[in-house]
């Protein structure tokens, strides 16, 4: 009988390559280390910040950037930079809580319409249109205003924007899988629809979402900003990046350093996020993949 | 006929094709009234070209792809308006082999898991049971227990579909539809799985289906045999009456075209001249008269019927070689 | 040295791809020779190297591969050591190449009959519209309808079709050689038969000879008159087609051999037991020596040369001596 050929663990080559692919690109280096100080600064950020982002203090209230306060402090006395180091970590909730509910909801309704085709395929793809109609932007705002601003209600709507460009992914990919030998191997053996979509086509869509959700984690800050800068987000005193971009408007000539510093900051993480992403996106291509 | 397992009876599926809404509705005819009656414990093989509708006969058989109108009877029951538990039941005995190695197991999921889902959805069986059942069929196919915690992209294409057939008999079958198993392997690693597939079906009673377009492997692996062309079975017979005495003269020519690996072996050069036609307008009359040396104005006009020529052996041809 | 083949002769070719994986060593000397007029197959499994040599020869190989060393003598040039300007004079002119899947070689947004009007305007240095009268009659040549053909696209065209015009561009420059990789794997039987009938009535019409590359031993029989044995990138076995299927001396031809079914055949398949080595890590000595039911020591530390055995029967197997005498029980 046939010995078995040397297992080559293609996974662990497959690894090692993309390691390598992803030292030889600079810009993808940046945008790691970017991303990783993010994270970093989220995840420590009551030890790092001097003092109580919330707290007001009117006797120290617009001061520039000092030792004490490196950032300065807005027109409440409140220290900038411990707001910002706060602020990643409300970036950082949003992100995740978005990516988890938009990307769930545009696999299952992708593999959904991709899976059964038909009347159902049309149905979900021309929902999926609706929301792709508007501006996602304005749609956020819409929903926003609709629900009330708040924290959660930010999540909620940006997700409701977000979902449609997954949905379109699993579909194309659900439609791919399952034609498939594979597939029809299980409808042979018995298996039913809800078993073969969610135990078997769905594990094959994951990996492209997954992917555009990391391409997408710059704009998904980019909107919460947008809607904090309109007072459609988090309220205050929850510090938030694009809130205090919109607080410091009054105050940008004499004391520009109230919107700038959380503006640099959105800059680099969505910077972070982009190159990170065109570099994921290159190193999957597989023409490049040599 | 001896005791029969399955029993085609006018069997038809036909594809849509989409034009505009204001053209006419057209099919392309796949399987087009196809007859036939595979003996219990036999090797049943379905020979054709592109075209021929082999394929998309085997996947009806299984109702994989629904078929438009006929009966299937399997064991007795007819099989094509089942539902529900069933339905279930029937699937379990009839299994499939496909053709393409590398896209016939989920590259995601664990051989293990594999070739032990079958018996989830059927068997109400512990973790255990599974194992050892995995364990037992993995060592008929010639593989080791250890196979099965690995993922399928670490085995050759050989070794696939073995772990493919191990998943199709794990549920202990009666039927098993072969479609072209062996055409993406090298030789040798196809001598080795023929085998296994002989071996096996004599041990285990098997009934197969075996589906190619080679007829060397047909005369090597099947029982009975059905030429099909174009969607129909055009001769069906004994393997030894249909290779030595071919009826059709599709069959001949089919025959004739095959190369020998032997160069003492000369012949006269017989070339089947011309295109196989179309599916969704196949041509008027019998099928093959467009290409066929003896067609004359019946051929053209007049489609044959398959009929029983000699006893066993059936023919679709007005006038059969 | 005096060369093997009149037309073509290959002698220690060495190509190597430089993958993330390793260096896959395909091609670790190959040898392969033939005459003007001749027809030769090219036989062996996944991963043996014929097709790699075929685009060696052609000087196609690109990266990641890359050729190590070797020499191909092709009608009294050295291929490998003309510039890729002078190559080009070679290539698609005076050796032609036929590949598997004709759809995926042919463009499929340029009409048929402007494709193999390119292919004659290179060679003749004449704008492509003047070609056409020749173009129509090369379409007859291999039996298509030029009106329905020229003004085609590739989609429009069968299998068995599109590699008819596949023929005829390859043969348009009346190219001495032609080389056909599996030119009908991909093809139904009786369209296979057609094919192969043609590509054996224009040899003999134009005069070129034929390397046919394939993995179906009955297309050998049929067609060629030498055969070279191919293995994990080695020659193992070359000699004519009816001594090679008669008396086959290596033990892989005979394993190969022994597990090709055929119709009319009563005995068991026999399988040749283990698999096709990974050519990133070759077994050492003669690469088929896992496998081989006769291997000796020797076989292990050393890979055997390509010698002549007998009068035009050629094998890499230490079972037949070191110098080439035929041992008694071999």
Redesign the interface.
Same mark, same amino acid.
């Given at each position: 009988m046939e010995k078995t050929a040397k297992v080559s663990r293609p996974f662990m080559d497959d690894l090692k390559h993309t390691a390598f692919l992803w030292r030889r690109s600079r810009l993808t280096m940046i945008g790691s280390v970017i991303i990783v100080i993010f994270l970093l600064i989220a995840a420590f950020a009551p030890l790092i910040a001097p003092y109580d982002p919330i707290e007001q203090n009117l006797s120290i209230k617009l001061q520039s950037p000092s030792w004490q306060h490196l950032f300065g402090t807005d027109q409440f006395g409140r220290d900038i930079f411990s707001r910002v180091i706060s602020g990643s970590r409300t970036a950082l909730w949003i992100i995740f809580l978005v990516s988890v509910i938009s990307g769930s909801i545009g696999i299952i309704i992708g593999v959904t319409a991709g899976y059964f085709g038909g009347i159902v395929d049309e149905v979900l793809m021309r929902i999926t249109d609706m929301f792709l109609a508007f501006p996602s932007l304005v749609l956020a705002m819409a929903f926003a205003a609709m629900l009330g601003p708040n924290l959660t209600n930010t999540i909620i709507a940006i997700s409701i924007v977000s979902w449609t460009t997954y949905a379109r992914l699993s579909r194309a990919e659900a439609i791919k899988v399952k034609s498939q030998p594979y597939i029809e191997a299980i409808k042979a053996a018995g298996g039913g629809n809800l078993r073969i979509m969610f135990l078997h086509v769905l594990p094959m869509c994951i990996s492209p979402v997954l992917v555009q959700l990391t391409l997408r984690m710059g704009t998904i800050i980019l909107t919460a900003a947008s809607l904090g800068f309109l007072g459609l987000g988090v309220q205050p005193p929850t510090p938030e990046w694009g809130a205090m971009v919109s607080d410091g408007r009054n105050f940008l000539i004499d004391q520009w350093w109230i919107s700038t510093f959380p503006g640099i900051f959105i800059a680099f993480v969505v910077l972070g996020f982009n190159l990170l992403g065109d570099g994921i996106r290159d190193m999957l291509d597989p023409r490049l993949r040599r | 006929m001896p005791d029969t397992l399955i029993k085609i009876e006018n069997l038809k599926t036909y594809f849509p094709v989409k034009k505009s809404i204001f053209s006419k509705k057209l099919f392309v005819r796949a399987v087009d009234d196809v007859t036939m009656e595979i003996p219990r414990g036999s090797t049943f093989a379905v020979v054709g070209e592109s075209g021929s509708g082999k394929t998309t006969l085997a996947r009806s058989v299984l109702r994989l792809i629904e078929p438009t109108s006929g009966k299937i009877f399997f064991d007795g029951s007819e099989i094509l308006k089942l539902k529900g538990k069933d339905l279930l039941d029937v699937r379990r005995k009839m299994q499939i082999v496909f053709q393409d190695p590398y896209n016939s197991l989920h590259p995601r999921k664990l051989i293990k898991n594999i070739i032990g889902e079958g018996m989830k959805i059927h068997f109400k069986i512990t973790e255990s049971e599974i194992k050892d059942k995995i364990s037992a069929v993995l060592k008929e196919v010639g593989l080791r227990d250890e196979h099965m915690f690995r993922y399928p992209h670490e085995f050759s294409g050989g070794q696939r579909q073995r772990i493919a057939f191990a998943r199709a008999i794990v549920l202990k079958p009666k039927f098993i539809v072969l479609d072209e198993p062996t055409s993406a392997l090298d030789v040798s690693v196809q001598a080795m799985v023929l085998k296994m597939l002989k071996d096996i079906r004599s041990q285990e009673g098997l009934t197969y289906m075996f589906i190619t377009h080679n007829l060397s492997l047909v005369d090597y692996i099947a029982d009975r045999v059905a030429v099909m062309y174009v969607g129909e079975v055009v001769e069906m017979g004994e393997k030894n009456t249909v290779f030595n005495h071919p009826s059709h003269p599709y069959t001949d020519l089919l025959m004739a075209s095959n190369p020998i690996p032997d160069p003492k072996f000369q012949r006269e050069k017989r070339l089947l001249k011309g295109e196989i036609p179309s599916s969704i307008n196949p041509p008027s009359g019998c099928r093959f008269h467009n290409r066929c040396p003896h067609a004359d104005q019946k051929c053209a006009s007049q489609a044959p019927e398959l009929s029983e020529h000699k006893p066993g052996h059936f023919v679709r041809c007005h006038y059969p070689l | 040295m005096e060369l093997r083949g009149k037309l073509l002769d290959v002698s220690g070719l060495k190509v190597s791809f430089y993958?993330?994986?390793g260096v896959i060593k395909a091609l670790d000397g190959v040898e392969l020779w033939m005459d003007s007029g001749e027809r030769l197959g090219v036989v062996g &499994?996944?991963g043996c190297g014929k097709s790699v040599t075929s685009l060696a020869v052609m000087r196609l190989i690109e990266?990641?591969g890359e050729i190590q060393a070797g020499k191909v003598i092709f009608n009294g040039k050295s291929l490998l050591e003309l510039s890729e300007e002078e190559m080009n004079g070679v290539r698609g002119i005076e050796m032609s190449m036929i590949f598997q899947e004709p759809r995926s070689s042919l463009n499929p947004v340029m009409k048929v009959g402007y494709q193999i009007g390119e292919a004659i305007a290179k060679s003749k240095k004449m704008p492509i519209k003047k070609t056409y009268p020749e173009v129509r009659e090369i379409l007859k040549l291999v039996g298509l309808d030029p009106e329905r053909v020229m003004n085609s696209y590739p989609h429009e065209l069968?299998?068995?079709?599109s590699q008819r015009v596949m023929i005829g561009m390859g043969l348009a420059t009346h190219p001495k050689l032609l080389i056909a990789d599996e030119p009908t794997s991909a093809l139904?039987?009786?369209?296979?038969?057609?094919i192969? &009938?043609l590509l054996d009535e224009l040899a003999r019409k134009m005069g070129n000879a034929v390397m046919l590359i394939t993995?179906?031993?009955?297309?050998?029989?049929?067609?060629c008159d030498k055969v070279m044995v191919m293995y994990a990138g080695n020659s193992v076995e070359y000699a004519s087609?009816?001594e090679l299927? &008669?008396r086959p001396l290596h033990p892989y031809t005979g394993?190969?051999?022994?597990?090709?079914?055929?119709?009319?055949?009563t005995d &068991?398949?026999?399988?040749?037991?283990?698999?096709?080595p990974?050519l990133v890590d070759p077994p050492s000595g003669c690469r088929f020596h896992p496998r081989c039911p006769r291997v000796m020591e020797i076989c292990k530390e050393n890979r055997p040369p390509l010698l002549q055995v007998e009068p035009g029967h050629f094998v890499a197997c230490y079972l037949y001596g070191n110098k080439g005498e035929v041992k008694e029980n071999a």
């Open positions: - | - | 993958t993330y994986r &499994e996944t990266q990641p069968s299998g068995g079709m139904d039987v009786t369209i296979q038969a057609q192969l &009938e993995h179906d031993m009955g297309v050998v029989a049929e067609f087609t009816f299927f &008669e394993g190969l051999l022994l597990a090709v079914p055929r119709v009319g055949r &068991e398949l026999k399988a040749i037991k283990g698999t096709v990974d």
